[in-house]
């Protein structure tokens, strides 16, 4: 614990952040580096964290954040893994809970080729998280980093959990098992993947953030990204994926450059749909026969069209088409051409620890989704 001195030079900073005044990159991860090493009380964590999202985070403080997780409680991947890796998530705390469409597609991005290397949490503000989607499909997610490095050799896919301490030894899970509230670790911690990818897909919970979260992905190393807020037309809410209920609004950006537009449903060759279509159910075992159905292309065309227009966003900036609607065309694809519901397959079989238990819930789970 720290000593009065130290806490007390804690305190100042966060008064600093009441007041609405901002923290160098160095002051940030100098904070968060006791929050981690859990040098500070409770108390002044949980006030630091509030008072920092409160203010609003720039993109200094965000990358400071970053650092420290990355450096003070990560696990690194091995160098030997494929090349070109990609990262798709959500930040969390989007007012739209969804059915977890960032995970179905990765898979069907992973079914075209790309190799896909995920880090996410369990539910914290969100229905069902999506290591609580994966595991209820039979995705191993409390393994060892190693297995995921051989998921991701053998079948182009993998998942950290962004909770457990094989991957974040020392702090991140005791923090998020205890809030229950977004802060500026919805984009920090998640964005500290052992494997730091350098092309990426992010949503986020607010406009706000897009600009910002994509200078802060550029600046710690991303090659070649999209971060997205999606809107629903009828209720003015937003969602961290793309929208297939109103328009996204979308920020690339690349070594050379950027560019930020609003994309529409029509624009991918889709149409609007209402929200309701795709919410999320919130029970992850009624959430998991609804994954497998959509990836299996059967039932659920909302929720299928909806996961064609976030994969054809990953197939797009990886460089796969030259449009995201070509990208939604290749997705559905592997759908229909039962690639998708087969990635799946092969990667519960290729992240596992368990002896095969993970594929055994899968088939169970595929017999069950058919039946229905």
Same mark, same amino acid.
């Given at each position: 614990?720290?000593?009065?001195?130290?806490?007390?030079?804690?305190?100042?900073?966060?008064?600093?952040?009441?007041?609405? @005044? !901002?923290?160098? $990159?160095?002051?940030?991860? *100098?904070? #968060?580096?006791?929050?981690?090493?859990?040098?500070? &009380?409770?108390?002044?964590?949980?006030?630091?964290?509030?008072?920092?999202?409160?203010?609003?985070?720039?993109?200094?403080?965000?990358?400071?954040?970053?650092?420290?997780?990355?450096?003070?409680?990560?696990?690194?991947?091995?160098?030997?893994?494929?090349?070109?890796?990609?990262?798709?998530?959500?930040?969390?705390?989007?007012?739209?809970?969804?059915?977890?469409?960032?995970?179905?597609?990765?898979?069907?991005?992973?079914?075209?080729?790309?190799?896909?290397?995920?880090?996410?949490?369990?539910?914290?503000?969100?229905?069902?998280?999506?290591?609580?989607?994966?595991?209820?499909?039979?995705?191993?997610?409390?393994?060892?980093?190693?297995?995921? @490095? !051989?998921?991701? $050799?053998?079948?182009?896919? *993998?998942? #950290?959990?962004?909770?457990?301490?094989?991957?974040? &030894?020392?702090?991140?899970?005791?923090?998020?098992?205890?809030?229950?509230?977004?802060?500026?670790?919805?984009?920090?911690?998640?964005?500290?993947?052992?494997?730091?990818?350098?092309?990426?897909?992010?949503?986020?919970?607010?406009?706000?953030?897009?600009?910002?979260?994509?200078?802060?992905?550029?600046?710690?190393?991303?090659?070649?990204?999209?971060?997205?807020?999606?809107?629903?037309?009828?209720?003015?809410?937003?969602?961290?994926?793309?929208?297939?209920?109103?328009?996204?609004?979308?920020?690339?950006?690349?070594?050379?450059?950027?560019?930020?537009?609003?994309?529409?449903?029509?624009?991918?060759?889709?149409?609007?749909?209402?929200?309701? @279509?795709?919410?999320?159910?919130?029970?992850?075992?009624?959430?998991?026969?609804?994954?497998?159905?959509?990836?299996?292309?059967?039932?659920?065309?909302?929720?299928?069209?909806?996961?064609?227009?976030?994969?054809?966003?990953?197939?797009?900036?990886?460089?796969?088409?030259?449009?995201?609607?070509?990208?939604?065309?290749?997705?559905?694809?592997?759908?229909?051409?039962?690639?998708?519901?087969?990635?799946?397959?092969?990667?519960?079989?290729?992240?596992?620890?368990?002896?095969?238990?993970?594929?055994?819930?899968?088939?169970?789970?595929?017999?069950?989704?058919?039946?229905?």
């Amino acid at each position: 614990m720290a000593d009065t001195a130290k806490i007390k030079d804690f305190g100042t900073k966060i008064q600093k952040l009441i007041k609405g @005044e !901002n923290l160098s $990159r160095d002051e940030t991860y *100098g904070m #968060f580096r006791e929050v981690l090493l859990n040098e500070q &009380p409770d108390l002044q964590q949980g006030a630091f964290l509030a008072a920092l999202v409160a203010k609003g985070e720039t993109v200094d403080e965000i990358a400071g954040a970053w650092a420290a997780i990355d450096e003070i409680d990560t696990i690194h991947s091995a160098p030997d893994l494929p090349d070109s890796l990609f990262e798709n998530s959500g930040t969390g705390m989007d007012a739209l809970k969804t059915f977890n469409v960032s995970s179905a597609a990765a898979i069907v991005a992973a079914a075209c080729g790309i190799n896909m290397v995920r880090h996410g949490a369990r539910a914290i503000t969100s229905l069902c998280g999506t290591v609580d989607i994966l595991e209820a499909v039979g995705i191993d997610v409390e393994c060892d980093v190693s297995i995921v @490095e !051989n998921s991701l $050799r053998q079948a182009g896919i *993998g998942l #950290f959990n962004g909770m457990s301490p094989k991957v974040h &030894p020392g702090a991140l899970g005791r923090i998020l098992s205890q809030i229950r509230f977004g802060s500026t670790l919805n984009i920090a911690a998640s964005l500290a993947n052992p494997c730091r990818p350098t092309y990426g897909l992010r949503g986020v919970y607010t406009e706000k953030l897009v600009r910002k979260a994509a200078l802060v992905m550029q600046s710690i190393g991303y090659e070649k990204g999209m971060v997205v807020y999606g809107k629903d037309a009828k209720s003015g809410y937003g969602m961290d994926e793309l929208s297939l209920s109103g328009g996204t609004v979308v920020h690339e950006f690349t070594r050379n450059g950027c560019n930020e537009y609003t994309l529409l449903p029509e624009d991918a060759g889709l149409k609007q749909t209402p929200f309701e @279509e795709m919410a999320a159910i919130g029970d992850p075992a009624t959430e998991a026969v609804r994954f497998i159905q959509v990836l299996s292309g059967k039932k659920h065309k909302a929720c299928i069209d909806f996961t064609c227009l976030n994969a054809g966003a990953i197939l797009y900036t990886a460089g796969k088409c030259d449009s995201i609607r070509k990208g939604v065309e290749m997705g559905r694809a592997s759908i229909e051409s039962n690639h998708a519901i087969e990635k799946l397959r092969q990667w519960t079989a290729c992240q596992d620890s368990s002896g095969g238990k993970g594929l055994q819930r899968f088939e169970s789970l595929l017999e069950k989704a058919a039946a229905l």
